[in-house]
């Protein structure tokens, strides 16, 4: 006892007490779990963001040139003038997340078990590969493989189209996008297929039929930029109007100067009601439909037949009474509309269709485009426009040996025996279901690159049923997403901050545009670009599909496209923040906006044509474009050289008639209205459940990072819970309060979800959002919520085959 | 009575000895072996020779300040193959360094004698600016032909030089700057 108390008495006269308290304080900043920034020097590099199609200028922070630490806009870069999307802003956790995948994988138990998925070394993984390209090839079934990228405008799309055609497989298919009905739309009406360019930074009055403006489409960083530039008040021009048509109140909408709460899915009918007054009100843009346009009154077809024009069929179908049945709209409202969007000079209507990740109706985007060309969009004011292609070095001609030959010569599978459609567009959806139901011939190999079907594609089952029947499946993923957790072997590609790839053209934008996206550190995992794979595998086949993929690495034939842009003359880099492509008319050159203002030791600085013509060295190109900077040229002007049957633009698509479309319908010549019906019965599912999109929740091949999933509001996400936003008026029919509990069922499948009663919604509607529910990757992805792709009905457009999705029919019940 | 009285006193007289036993061995425990047990020793993993890095009289010749105004701390292995690509010399410290980390491109893990924990912001720029010398919080390094070596707190892992806040309390004090809370602890 006393021992003790003489103990403790004297330890209380030494520092030990006193020290290890204080050592417990400072202990706590040494623990594991505890983040420490690492130290060391910050620099800069300036590049162009690839987390998605949008082309911004980024700069990324690091410390000593090996840690990246966080993303930001690049404010020398106009696109996107120094702002960031919420993706980009949480770039850099895509590179240190745990689910990616550090080396090659080799799947050694049954297809889809994690534990399985065995590490194996590049040469293995790639002598794999090898092996059955080879085998594939020397038995001459080529056509037997297959392969989806979701890059589809790029230089590495550039390089499979490449590969596929000179190794013999006409199974390529890119992710689906809005573009690919509207590059389907522009063949028959411009005849040129090319995404869509529309001159918003020119527009003062823009009528949005359901676009997600600043939510997501088009270039997101670009919507951004322009939408600020339209809300500035600026002395002697007027702020420009938006109206916004839409089922929901959704961030475009509650920013809009007016939200027009319309019947889902029938905004094609509201323009055709918007067109009717135009035509007769005499409001139309007469000099355009005269010189310009075909079809607009009655026309011939190639068989002497007398057709209805475009005008007296709108005139007859769509006056403003029948369209409000349709729509719910007031017709008073339709004709406001209409005189208001014809008064204005630069006045644009934009579209985006259902929660605008996919194809549209055809018959939609045709609709909306004869809306654009009836005011003279297209002409004197070139609101819209095709987005110019980028005259980048070209590819040789594959050199195809006789194997090559008989694959191209097979039909695409989703073709076979003989295509369903008058216009295929790229049918992806329709190819996996034609491997899961009754192909005409089996998929042996499928090769996925930058795409996560199993988890992005509208009605994902569809690739669940698909991969069961194909002999190998190899995926160039980065993470472990649902895809690649199905692959037999995977081949990891750098991640979109290591490596060099490029961005061609910008998704909605009129004007040239190419940018580099340069890597902002070396790669932090034993991954390898999947040009350079591709590269090797046409080394390790030989023969034609070597010599036709002639390049050592992925940076030699990158040079070489980039040697040809130099040597186009066309176009400038876009050295400085002030230089504004957007400016550019179609036919202008490029000079006339390369103006430097007066800088610090600098003079102002005015190009001329020879001194631009000076600038245009593959080396100078080079250096700039991956040092951040991108090259812009002038729109095109759409009118010029219009490959149509008429040789003008065509309200009446004749071209249809050329693709073997006999009908006796005059209407099927002509952009109507034509919803698909959602199936199943309306007594069962009486209500509509529509997805939708956010800015701020990443739903395409890159998952949802943990930053963004952070900034989702306690009525969209709560724990693993996720909520439908309905009507207060829904709710009560319904029996349901804000925070219950439901079962959502749908003909597709059902699904447990949380109620949150919203006076943005639609009476009637169900909304879903898109990018949660994912299955794969970590602990911090997996099981929030639901995968709206798994509930929802897709619907194929009867032109195109294109998978298009905008309502599903529902029905909800207490959990 | 007697016995017990006497049984009682000695019962006092042992209390105290052990009272003091307990004592003397807590405060021996408490100032010798404890400091001992507390500390690890660690040795460079380079010998560097502050007295003969040549032609570099000022400190920040080497510990520079980067452009940005922050603190390099200790010059990372470019500066030292700028000189020794190849061996100088045939020391064991030079074989070590040229083979060992040169050749493998591998940074050299110095073990910094002041680091500060996380949770306190330190700008080696504003004491600069105050015109302290290095010397008020480093030990002078001029004539130091030998790195001394590290004394790593097992419980920590921090030095054991590295500095307590009362030290920089006091210095604040005398200097007039302010002891805020949030001066250093962001």
Known sequence: MQFAAGAVGGALFTPMPWKLAEDTAIWSQNWSWRPSPEDGEITSVATTCQLCAGGCGITARLVDRQRAIMLQGNPNHSINDGGICPLGASGVQFLYAPYRIPQPLKQTGKRGDPTGLKPISWDEALSALDAKLTELRTSGNPHRVAAITGQSENSMHRLWQQFSTAYGSPNLFTMPSPADSQKLAASLVFGRQAPLGFALEQANYVLSFGAHLIEGWGAPGRMQVTYGRWRDEKPGSAKTRIVQIEPRCSVTAANADEWIAINPGTEAAMALGIAHVLIRDLLYDADFVSNHAFGFDDWQDAAGKTRQGFKSFVLANYPPEKVTELTGVASEKIKELATEFARQKRAVAVWGSGNGAGPNNLYDDLVFLALNALTGNLGKSAMLGLTPEVPLGALPAPTMDGIAQRGLAQQRLDLAPKPNWPLPGNGVHAFLEAIGTNPAYPIDLLLIHEANPAYTLPGNQIYYSAQEKIGLVVSFSSYLDETALLADLILPNHSALERLDDVCGLPGVPYAYYAIASPILPPQRNTRHTGEVLLGAAQGIGGSVAASLPWKKYDDYLQERVQGLAASGQGAIAEYREIEPWRLQPGDSPELFYRRPPTEGNSAEQKTPESLQKTRTVQAYWKKLTGGMYWYDAPVNVLKNLATPSGRYEFALQNLQGKGMAADEDRLYLPHYHPLAPSGDEKDYPLLLISYRMLSLSDQFLANPPFMTKTLSDDLLQGQDLFLALHPQTARAQGFSAGDRAQLKTPQGEVAVRIHVSQGARPGALFIVQGLGHTAYDEYIQNKGVNANEIIEVQMDPLTGLATTWATRAQLRRA | ?186
């Open chain 2, 1 to 186: 009575m007697k016995a017990e009285g006497k049984s009682g006193k000695s019962v006092r007289t042992g209390g105290v000895v052990f009272f003091f036993a307990g004592f003397i061995i807590m405060m021996v425990v408490g100032w010798v072996v404890f400091p001992r047990l507390l500390y690890s020793e660690k040795m460079q993993p380079v010998q560097f020779r502050h007295d003969i890095a040549e032609g570099h009289s000022e400190c920040e010749d080497c510990h520079r300040f980067r452009d940005d105004g922050t603190y390099s701390g200790i010059p990372s292995l470019d500066n030292c193959r700028q000189c020794h690509e190849q061996p100088i010399g045939d020391t064991e410290a030079e074989k070590l360094l040229v083979r060992e980390y040169i050749e493998k491109n591998k940074e050299i893990p110095w073990l910094a004698y002041s680091w500060q924990p996380d949770n306190v912001y330190f700008s080696h720029a504003a004491h600069i600016k105050r015109n302290l010398p290095c010397t008020r919080c480093h030990r002078d390094v001029n004539k130091e032909g030998k790195a001394p070596p590290y004394w790593e707190n097992r419980l920590t892992g921090y030095s054991r030089n590295t500095m307590r806040m009362v030290e920089c309390e006091k210095c604040h004090a005398e200097q007039h700057a302010s002891n805020a809370c949030q001066v250093c602890h962001k």
